[in-house]
């Protein structure tokens, strides 16, 4: 299956680069709308401006077994976001801004590089606050033989508007759900109306790509929906789970996390304190079945959680 932004004409590839680049003079980029002139230097929510800031990019083992394959994910982890999760692991990428400034060009020699190095795909992780960026040094990618199918790996606070551009140039969708209600969102992650712009986009991007496809075991097309669970169900498993089965589609590919573990600013927390417990996890796994959720990957509980 060919990655789809190889199909994307040259003119309608300038024009999503126009239109992309036409948002950042008035910042409506992310659902946030901050409305400020990246282009002129000018910072909103996500600490960035017009320069592209990344912290690496490597070959991945540990992304969903069809990512990371045999050969790796070719990931390029972008600094900053547009949450603020008071959990977040990658605190000092997401939130404190740790990387290096890099050129379009340079992104598009990323992707090469790693192309050449056998990955099996190119995967942008927290990129929505550089869509026109990204989808400029796609561009200079694909005159340079870039053949690879394009991931793209969000926390799900996603507008429309940036999705659309995407449509046609995105394989795959990565995306988490983390939240069903709006209280633990806003309390946690700085944003009231994650589960209804959340939902929208998983809509969307359903809607651009559908069920994951595979070839080989090896992902071509599709979105695979990543569900962290959280102590005390903060992240709200079965209302999550009930709009997949009902509202995008039985077959998603889902990937149950157990992983959640407390750092950064929820160490004395009274909810997220500590690591959710094995009958926790036992539960939202039940939640699946019990709405015919049967793709995807759950977690090993030979340890201890």
């Known amino acids: 299956m060919e990655p789809k ?3 994307l004409s040259d003119k309608k590839f300038k024009e999503k680069i126009g239109d992309g680049y036409r948002l950042l003079l008035d910042c409506t980029l992310c659902p946030r709308g901050c409305k400020i002139n990246r282009i002129k230097g000018e910072i909103g929510f ?3 401006d017009w320069r592209l800031k990344i912290a690496s990019y490597n070959l991945h083992f540990g992304e969903e077994p069809p990512l990371s394959g045999f050969s790796g994910s070719g990931t390029i982890f972008f600094s900053n976001c547009n949450l603020q999760c008071k959990y977040c692991q990658n605190y000092s990428i997401s939130q404190l801004g740790v990387g290096e ?5 340079q992104l598009a020699g990323m992707m090469m590089k790693l192309q050449k190095r056998d990955a099996h795909n190119i995967n942008f992780v927290t990129p929505n606050h550089f869509v026109p960026q990204i989808i400029k040094a796609l561009y200079k990618a694909k005159k340079s033989g870039l053949k690879i199918p394009i991931v793209y790996n969000s926390s799900g606070y996603d507008n429309t508007k940036s999705l659309n551009l995407l449509s046609g140039i995105v394989d795959i969708y990565l995306v988490d759900m983390r939240y069903s209600n709006p209280v633990y969102s806003e309390r946690y992650s ?8 959340n939902r929208a986009a998983l809509i969307e991007m359903h809607r651009q790509v559908g069920d994951l496809i595979l070839e080989d075991g090896i992902g071509k097309r599709g979105i ?6 959280m102590p005390d169900d903060v992240s709200g498993t079965e ?10 589609s039985k077959k998603t590919y889902i990937s149950l ?9 929820v160490l004395k927390d009274p909810v997220l304190s500590r690591r959710i417990t094995i009958e926790e996890y036992k ?3 039940s939640l699946m079945e019990k709405y015919v959720l049967e793709m995807g990957w759950v977690q090993n509980h030979d340890r201890t959680l």
């Open 5 to 7: 932004f190889l199909t």
């Open 46 to 48: 996500c600490k960035s």
């Open 101 to 105: 400034y890099y050129t379009v060009d």
């Open 190 to 197: 700085g944003a009231k109306d994650y589960v209804k712009v």
């Open 224 to 229: 695979i929906v990543r569900h962290l669970v």
């Open 239 to 248: 209302d999550i789970f009930r709009f997949l089965s009902k509202e995008i």
């Open 257 to 265: 996390m157990d992983q959640y573990f407390p750092c950064f600013k």
């Open 283 to 285: 539960k939202a796994k």
